[in-house]
């Protein structure tokens, strides 16, 4: 009878460290989507180099911690900055040109770009999956009985704090009221003297920062390889469908909602099958509910 | 002043004069070439007579080589596995179709691109059917190298030449009619009674027929599939990419891209191995900005400089 009683606290401790593996993994995923979001939000661009740029930014952090031994936590700046750079170049130089042409335009072109940077990737750095080791990890503590891997706690921390900055970037910052207002309405927005192409270029410049700065806390938890690029554009999708298109809210609540199904449904059908459940779960949600557990909003 | 689709049909035919004069790599361009302006034409139903940006093809391929391989590992004769493999794929079109044709832009896209993201996972999970990632061989063919390469070189165009049947007569018909007058404006042509739920089912289901007997040809040709090989992404794109090449919305537009596409296609694989994809990347960005109407598009524009646009999208 002893065992019968102790069965359902182990039950609930095992579902609770899952719940908690899949809601660090989600913090993650929010802050891969945000930018991917904000992008596709406001320029109504869907940027097939999101993943590229998340594998961009997991090299920054790897190169910064390999030869100049900086940790990847400082590289989110490194990696964001660059990122920002690129983003802004690609958008003012390339896209902006045909940013009112009909969907299949702007998405075979991002498509194009990215098979450049991607195959840039793969000559540059080969194909070869590499890891950041850290010289002195976290490791890991036991609290409560559930088991709290620490550098990927601080990882998703940090995600959260960088998408919660995106947010009062966006609320408070006249760049944000613009890129908010240019979201609203892009004709009234340029008749109050907001420099639509500019904000374009900021807009995606911060997509690629938030790129490339949940790159460089992922190169802690993924291996690394340009191969990885499509996997991340995934995730991206289903978080923006999930959690509902044009909101911070949204992508913070698909994320967590990918990573939380992740989980689970690796526990339930084996881990390989993860990102697969994910998919279905997409296709369903397109059909029934297209807007997402939040609903499509505009960041006001 | 357009290219008529009657000279289209001639050089088609006229290309199965091509084992007479080539030896098996012209032979195996030839055999390319077909499936291309099978997959670019099928394409150019649903993207460019309705305007949906559709991402399906990978998904429709996939699906048919998967279909015929299975059907002639049981026993099926050949050309019967093709056929049906083209149902199969047919009939997926009508079921998804129903489901997804409802959303527009980008919600489309990426529904018809996540349709091969999941079959690419079912079919490398069901291990007992497929062979799940060992990938699957199919049955060998008792028959001289050269009479295979002939084989599958004129079953892969007698496809291509059907597709072309298709399309054209799509273009001349009431199906066509109506799809146009939905890329135009979905809504109007709603209120003015076109049944655009049932015509844009019927534009994918036309778009995946064909393409899921080429996938059903492609497997019995190379023998061996496997899942990411058949369902790669890249089959979604580089019939968008032919279509934009050709025109979109013509008759004559992706046979002409998909010819230019393998030529350019061929060249870079030549010359630039380890960096082939970047060169297709480099060739996309290239057309969307200097030829965004296709080569059909610039020859039009360049015949009668100053014509009235709306006539263009019109015809």
Redesign the interface.
Known sequence: MVPAAIEPTRYSMLYAQILLNGLVLGGLYACIAVGFSLV?GVL?V?NILHGSFVVLGSYIAYFAYVHLGIHPFLSVILAGGALFALGYVVQAG?IN??VG?????T???T??????L???MI?AFTADYRTVQLAHPLGSTVVGGLVLPLDRLVAMLLACVLTVILYFVLVRSSIGRAIVAVRMDREAAALMGVNVKRIYAITFGLGALMAGAAGSLLSLIFPISPLNG?EFL?IA?IVC?LGGLGSISGAIVGGLALGAIQSFGALLIGP??G??IA??L??IL??FK?TGIMGRRGYE | MTVRPIYVLAALLLVAFLPLVGDNYVLRLGTMFAMYAVLAQSWNIIGGYAGYPSFATAAFFGLGAYAGAILQGNGLPMPLAWLAAGIVAGLFAALMGAAILHLKGHYFAIASLVLAEVLLEVTTSWTSLTGGGMGLNLPVIRMSVEAQAQLFFWAMLGLAVLTFLMSWYVSSSRIGFALRCIRQNEDASSMVGVNTTFYKVVAFVLSALFVGSAGALYASWVFYIEPPDVYSVLTSVKPIVMVMLGGAGTVAGPVIGAAAFLVMEEVVWRNFLSIHSAVLGLLIVALIFFLPNGVLGFIRKRKRTGADHSKETAA
């Open positions: 596709w109504n869907i390339l040109r045909v042409a009909p969907v299949l335009t998405l075979v072109l498509f194009g770009l990215d098979l450049i991607n195959n840039g000559v499509s995934g999708f469908v390989q099958h990102l697969t998919f279905v997409l296709i397109l059909i297209p």
